[in-house]
């Protein structure tokens, strides 16, 4: 309670934990004031790591198949004092690391800081194959000659999307037995906008009564499949295959398509009814 004239403190904690740079935070105070039921404080501080990471204490490797994934990473030391990078080592196979000391200022990656200086560390990591698809974490070990930070861990993510993708990514239908024939739409995107070929279609596993045709007749970013299915001749079961999509592109010959058919019997009484969902 604050008397009429009166003054009063409020103490405010900040977790700096991960963070890094100049940061604003605010707090908000609810009062009984009329006038002022509420008040927003903004507090800024500048959080000052032992070892400091530009633009950010961690590595994002994202990109499609086929392209130069990398990242570059700026280290600092912000007592002024010599810093050795001694050792770093990535969790995940197929990382290449690359790291020099800053001898002359230059271009250094975006972020909060915007030069380095001499005594810099900058660090480069890339995947050395990005022609398959993957999806992994991991962690990069830096060990330093800081005596409070002498081993830095920074997570990676690494995320290589295919740089042609099937909408839907895989097929599941539910139909009658008995149903007239059923036809449903594949579209393959490039995402990196370039064009492309589909082939041709091969059917495997367990998908009698299925076929596939391309229907796009020139290369494009965008390729069309039809899928028909005639049921008339299954019994109610479960059939699951793949459609194999060969294309001309180099870096992904072939896209899987994976299709599973459910096929129920008709009802009695009631004409057969499809319910077949992408």
Not at 175 to 193: E, F, S
């Amino acid at each position: 309670m604050i008397p009429p004239g009166g003054s009063g403190r409020i103490v405010t904690r900040i977790r700096t934990a991960g963070i890094q740079g100049r940061r604003t935070k605010t707090v908000e105070v609810e009062t009984n004031d009329p006038r002022h039921r509420r008040l927003r404080l903004s507090v800024s501080f500048l959080a000052q790591a032992p070892v400091e990471v530009y633009p950010q204490p961690s590595i994002n490797l994202y990109g499609t198949a086929g392209a130069e994934i990398e990242m570059n990473l700026l280290f600092h030391r912000p007592d002024g004092q010599p810093l050795e990078l001694q050792e770093i080592t990535p969790s995940r196979t197929g990382l290449v690391v690359e790291a020099e000391k800053v001898t002359e200022v230059g271009g250094d990656p975006p972020g909060q800081r915007a030069r380095a200086v001499v005594g810099d560390w900058r660090v480069k990591i890339r995947l050395a194959d990005s022609s398959e698809a993957r999806s992994e974490v991991g962690t990069l070990r830096v060990v330093t000659n800081h005596p409070e930070r002498p081993e830095m861990s920074l997570p990676i993510r690494i995320r290589v999307t295919p740089a042609i993708q099937a909408q839907p990514a895989r097929l599941n239908i539910r139909v009658q037995a008995g149903d007239p024939p059923l036809l449903r739409g594949i579209t393959l995107r490039n995402t990196r906008r370039k064009p492309f070929r589909a082939t041709s279609i091969d059917v495997t596993g367990n998908l009698a009564g299925l076929s596939a045709s391309v229907t796009t007749d020139r290369p494009r970013p965008v390729q069309r499949l039809e899928i028909r299915i005639d049921t008339s001749a299954l019994r109610p079961g479960i059939y699951a295959g793949r459609l194999v999509v060969h294309t001309n592109q180099a870096t992904l010959p072939r896209i899987l398509v994976p299709v599973r058919i459910e096929v129920v019997a008709a009802r009695d009484g009631r004409p057969p009814a499809s319910t077949g969902k992408n």
